[in-house]
């Protein structure tokens, strides 16, 4: 009896300060405040006509590092996991002729593809993970076609740590001449590409951190390929 | 064939990124060509190597002028490869007599090799199953003739006019 009681009160204070809080909310209009004020403000605090990307790029750009720490953490483990003293390509045939010369020829065209993708990340869908991918794809068809086939590791590696430092880089330079990280300098202190809204030399710095991410996602995933693709060697054997 | 100069290879790398990078934003924006210039140098730096062995050469007019000429050419054969194999479907008795034949070639250059490889697997009917030292091994719907050379003269030998010339 004291137990329904005690749940009967405590239904009513739910109740109560649940219809205490939706009281204020009018009825009919939308609550989106957030999203109101990007889409109000994107053109003149960005430059950017992707919306998507400025929140990513520009108004979440500390996200966005964090989200590139996730993927370099997650190539990380992966080099830790599979990692042996000496590893070579094990493949025993070679592609036929039609995929190592198709790969051959496609191999500029989707790097191209690629740099397009992230180039344009303030104007059109995409940026610099899906552009990154596409690179990375050009470098898993050659280990696909060529048996013996490697990246060149010391180019691989500095590249993919400078793209990354590159990114923080530009946050405190954003840092030193605003008022905090990943301030974007280029759009609002320099006020470069004002009057090219909506063309290609726009949005501040978003094409530059695209570009950067673009290259040390491409660099990571095809370390994370190479990483799975070679197999352990014994020396004794 | 041999290898042509480096310098020829990249600007011939480059142009055809170029003319991709075009096609890609189809603007003709300054601003998007400036970009497109700068990476199609860059990437065609990081690929020249791979892409071309030949370089300039293949820009040869009479080249260009047959690979434009391959392309009516070739949609033609695919349409009438097409409406064949929709008859055999069709047709109640269902005429077909598949089976796999070799055929020859006699193509030196890989390209070639791999638009060849292509064609026959664009159109209906036939399919290209593995290349191998020159020879293909193709699946084909209607085997009129199992023998080498009769295969060859069916299927690689209409291509061939075209593709040996833009392939030398």
């Not at chain 1, 940026?127 to 470098?139: L, R």
């Amino acid at each position: 009896m004291v137990k329904r009681i005690l749940a009967i009160i405590m239904l009513l204070i739910v109740g109560f300060w649940m219809a205490n809080a939706l009281s204020g909310v009018p009825f009919g209009e939308d609550k989106m405040l957030v999203g109101k004020y990007y889409l109000e403000n994107v053109k003149e605090q960005t430059g950017a006509v992707n919306a998507v990307t400025a929140v990513v790029v520009n108004y979440r750009g500390f996200d966005t590092l964090g989200e590139v720490t996730v993927l370099f953490i997650a190539s990380t483990g992966v080099g830790a996991l599979l990692w042996r003293k000496k590893k070579e390509r094990t493949a025993k045939s070679e592609g036929s002729v039609v995929l190592r010369t198709g790969s051959k020829i496609l191999l500029p065209f989707i790097m191209l593809f690629g740099a397009y993708i992230f180039i344009h990340g303030h104007l059109t869908p995409g940026g610099g993970f899906p552009g990154g991918a596409t690179i990375a794809t050009a470098f898993l068809m050659l280990y696909l076609a060529f048996k013996d086939y490697e990246i060149e590791h010391k180019v691989f590696e500095p590249i993919e740590g400078l793209a990354g430092v590159g990114y923080v880089t530009v946050g405190l330079i954003g840092l030193a001449i605003g008022s905090y990280f990943l301030f974007d300098w280029i759009w609002q202190t320099w006020g470069w590409g004002h009057e090219n809204i909506g063309r290609l030399l726009s949005a501040g710095f978003i094409p530059i951190i695209y570009t950067l991410i673009g290259i040390k996602v491409g660099t990571e995933l095809t370390g994370i390929v190479d990483n799975m693709v070679r197999e352990e060697v014994k020396d004794n054997d | 064939m041999g290898e042509a100069s480096k310098i020829s290879r990249y600007l011939y790398t480059v142009i055809v990124l170029f003319v991709i990078w075009i096609f890609l934003t189809s603007s003709l924006d300054i601003q998007e060509l400036e970009i497109g210039l700068v990476f199609s140098l860059v990437v065609g730096a990081l690929t020249y190597s791979v892409f071309t062995e030949s370089g300039l050469a293949n820009f040869h007019p009479k080249r260009i002028i047959y690979g434009i000429a391959y392309i009516p050419y070739f949609l033609w054969a695919m349409l009438m490869a097409n409406l064949d194999v929709a008859y055999r479907v069709l047709h109640p008795k269902r005429p077909i007599n598949p089976g796999i034949v070799e055929c020859e070639t006699v193509l030196t250059n890989d390209v070639g090799k791999l638009v060849l490889a292509n064609s026959i697997t664009l159109t209906p009917g036939t399919i290209t199953l593995d290349v191998r030292d020159g020879k293909y091994y193709i699946h084909w719907i209607d085997v009129k003739d199992a023998s080498i050379e009769g295969a060859s003269e069916n299927i690689t030998k209409p291509f061939e006019k075209f593709l040996k010339v833009i392939f030398p």
